[in-house]
Each structure stands twice: as structure tokens, then as C-alpha cells.
Nanobody
Framework: EVRLVESGGGLVQIGGSLRLSCTAS????????VAWFRQAPGKDREGVAC??????STYYADSVKGRFTISADKNIVYLQMNNLKPEDTAVYSC??????????????????????WGQGTQVTVSA
């Protein structure tokens, strides 16, 4: 059974940091595009970051660029989040897309790609 499980979410103060983890079982992250998404209440799902396990290239949404870092290590993908802001509050989900589809496809039309999704972890940023 393929499973992606996120962990590391929680309550953090403005300006603080969290590191999210996405652990895969039943599938590997090899030769894949792995991504983090987030969805805040009343808002559409937003692509946050991607990493290609083929070449290590990364993509970040403008809203998180310079603050978040995505990385992959075997069967775990991380999202390091620094200088957190209230607008970062959301449910964060990871997804893996075998074959390494383009970042644009994954970020903008993830349902068009064949991927595996986790159930999400809540991140809340407050004073």
C-alpha cells in the first residue's frame, strides 16, 4: 500500500520556524517530482514548493521564496519553513509524482498528473 505521511505541523509564533516531513512507504521518491501544497480555510489549494529527485532542481512560490526550503533524502522530503507569517497558516500536504513531471504541471494542475498524496498536517502561525 502506498502511503505518504506528513508530520511536523503545529502552532508556532510569528517569525518562528517549523520543519515538515513527508515520509513515503510502498513507493520511493526516486525519479519523481515531489511537492508541498497548502490550503487555508476559504482559499484554493496553493502549490508551495517542488523538488526534482532527478536533478535536485527546486521551485518555490513567490509567497515563500527565501523563507522555505524543500529537500529530499531517500524516502523523506522536508519543508523547512522560516520566518513564518500568519498567512502561512494552512493545512500542508505533500505529493509525489513519479516520472518527474514539470513543476508547472504539478503546481498548477496536479490533478492532471498521476501522483500520491498525503493527508496533510496543520500549521498555525500566531502571536
Amino acid at each position: 500500500e502506498v502511503r505518504l505521511v506528513e508530520s511536523g505541523g503545529g502552532l508556532v509564533q510569528i517569525g518562528g520556524s517549523l520543519r515538515l516531513s513527508c515520509t513515503a512507504s510502498g513507493v520511493t521518491f526516486d525519479h519523481s517530482t515531489v511537492a508541498w501544497f497548502r490550503q487555508a480555510p476559504g482559499k484554493d489549494r496553493e502549490g508551495v514548493a517542488c523538488v526534482s529527485t532527478n536533478d535536485g532542481s527546486t521551485y518555490y512560490a513567490d509567497s515563500v521564496k527565501g523563507r522555505f526550503t524543500i529537500s529530499a533524502d531517500k524516502n523523506i522530503v522536508y519543508l523547512q519553513m522560516n520566518n513564518l507569517k500568519p498567512e502561512d497558516t494552512a493545512v500542508y500536504s505533500c505529493a509525489s509524482f513519479p516520472g518527474g513531471p514539470t513543476f508547472a504541471l504539478v503546481m498548477n494542475h496536479p490533478s492532471y498528473a498521476s501522483g500520491y498524496w498525503g493527508q496533510g498536517t496543520q500549521v498555525t502561525v500566531s502571536a
